[in-house]
């Protein structure tokens, strides 16, 4: 018994002081090395941003067949600080739009271009057999004049009556719409050099040819939007619909790992002489959130 502790204890203490050595060299085993993995990146010297339509929500749509009722509930992000939006949904899909059928409340963005809207129609007997559609309008009204009536938002509808009385459900998404320059996407590319330069490029495409659009790097991101930091050249589109801008900023140290996103907005000039938002072209067309790389 005597010899067997003994060589119990000399082999524990052997374990003990491979485990030590282990640790010492920096070992994958080494508690302190797991904690550092697993640290995260609070700045870079690289990022990227996707560009996507804009803005971007869901719409929750319900039909009580019972007490004749539908019920829509909608959250949008990506709007025009504090502006507000027609809402209506139409006949028809969002590829080919048809006539209006139901005139909801409009839609009030806050400061960070949000807005919520839960509203109630009633006296809807029955449902469209055909296709319908929920559509987002740039406003403030449905005039012609600064593309006030253009749609920037959509979502498809495909629900359709049952034979059961239970009320029905359907979740959407808004995607982008057949007006010019709605369904646009692009990239955005960023890099910090040893002279604390920040240096910016975006390529964006789908847009309509010729035009002209302010693109900014903010601080926030997509869904709650913030101040402008960084103003790039402003994007031109070449025949195929696609533009290109850069810049270099100075005094930028490092990219942080959250807080800036990239917009592209609908027109070149988006605020008036007293440097007030004009809703209309302000709004965000394209939006991406600057991730590290």
């Known amino acids: 018994m005597q010899i067997r502790t003994k060589k119990t204890l000399i082999a ?9 050595a282990l640790t010492a060299c920096g070992s994958p085993f080494s508690t302190t090395s797991a904690v550092q993995n697993v640290k995260t990146a609070t700045s870079g010297k690289t990022a990227t941003a996707v560009l996507l339509h ?48 139901y005139m909801l409340p409009n839609l009030q963005a806050n400061a960070s271009g949000q807005a919520s809207i839960n509203a109630i129609i009633k006296g809807v007997a029955h449902l469209p057999k055909s296709g319908w559609l929920i559509n987002v309008h740039n406003g403030p009204t449905m005039a012609a004049q600064d593309n006030q009536n253009i749609a920037i938002a ?17 979740h959407v998404e808004l995607g982008g719409t057949t007006a010019a320059n709605e369904s646009v996407s692009g990239t955005a590319n960023f890099s910090v050099d040893t002279t604390s330069t920040l240096s910016v490029s975006v390529k964006v495409h789908g ?22 930091l960084y103003p790039l050249i402003d994007l031109v589109a070449d025949a195929n619909g696609d533009a290109n801008s850069s810049a270099t900023f100075s005094g930028v140290d490092a990219i942080p790992a959250s807080g800036w996103y990239v917009n592209v907005h609908f027109a070149k000039l988006i605020t008036d002489q007293k440097g007030q938002i004009i809703s209309q072209v302000f709004n965000p067309i394209a939006c991406g959130n600057v991730v590290l790389s």
Do not use: Y
């Open 207 to 228: 847009l309509e040819p010729g035009s002209h659009h302010a693109v900014h790097v903010h601080a926030g991101n997509c869904n709650r939007q913030g101040k402008m």
């Open 54 to 101: 804009s803005p971007v929500g869901t719409a929750d749509v319900v039909w009580d067949p019972q007490q004749q009722t539908l019920t829509v509930t909608m959250q949008v992000s990506g709007l025009a600080p504090n502006s507000p939006h027609p809402l209506h949904i139409h006949l028809g899909v969002c590829d080919d739009p048809g006539t209006m059928l």
């Open 12 to 20: 524990l203490w052997a374990a003990l002081a491979f485990m030590l």
């Open 154 to 170: 959509c979502a498809t509808l495909t629900m359709k009556e049952a034979t059961t009385k239970a009320p029905l459900k359907e």
